[in-house]
């Protein structure tokens, strides 16, 4: 996608020149917007799925709000009461405020993890209850049918914590209520706080003077009369080069 918006601007990159743009910048990028973010709602979802990376098992941790904003997201080998507990420090860790409601499903390891570190929450296990955690995994298995799945946790982890980081700066919570008005507003600011994090608006004015400068100096080419610098309208040639040869002749005459 990334490769077809700067095709349309006229800059041909690779895509290994985006994977090395996202591996340098997007660690400060989904900082600038986590900084940025307002404070989340105080009811945490939290799923985990599986993830088969170069062969081997692995477990995708993933915490949501109640409107579906991504909390944090952890790559882990296990699937125990300690996974569960990294990822509940790693939450309170970066949380502004205590969550009032912790809604899981089924696995014991969520329990046995909130035992163990004696949080106050509210717990509530069902399967039903968690749509908004498992709904968020599908974006996720959307880019890694895309990336022929990922090639080690290490790469999982960082892709994944900028890519949520992201969708978050564009997501509008629950879209099937909000009006055409509002999602416009939405895009606006997210689009505008994107360009100031990515500094996008010094490059296109970068890329635009430099465009401005090549068409000048093409249309200096075009307009060039013939004969004008050894060559014609149409180039250097044969014809350039005749008309050089007679003008020297001439003045030896």
Known sequence: ??????????????????????????????DQIRQRAPARCDKWHMDEVVVSIAGEQHWLWRAVDQNGFVLDVLVQRRRDSRAAQQLMRRLLKSAVTSPRVMITDRLRSYGAARAK????????????LNNRAENSHQPTRRRERIMKRFKSARQAQRFLSVHDQVANLFHIPYPESATADFRRAS??????????????????????????VSLARSSLKLTMPAGAGGCDARGPGDEGRRGRLAGNALRKR
């Not at 090395?20 to 400060?28: I, L, R, S």
């Not at 949080?119 to 399967?127: F, P, Y």
């Not at 996008?200 to 635009?208: D, I, R, Y």
Request: glycine share 6%.
């Open 1 to 30: 996608m990334v490769e077809e918006m700067l095709a349309a601007r006229g800059i041909c990159v690779t895509y290994e020149t985006v994977r090395q743009w996202g591996k340098k910048f997007g660690k400060a990028f989904s």
């Open 117 to 128: 570190m004696c949080l106050r929450v509210e717990h509530r296990q069902h399967k039903g």
């Open 187 to 212: 895009c606006e600011r997210a689009f505008a706080a994107w360009r100031e994090i990515s500094k996008t608006n010094a490059t296109v004015c970068l890329f635009s003077q430099t465009n401005r």
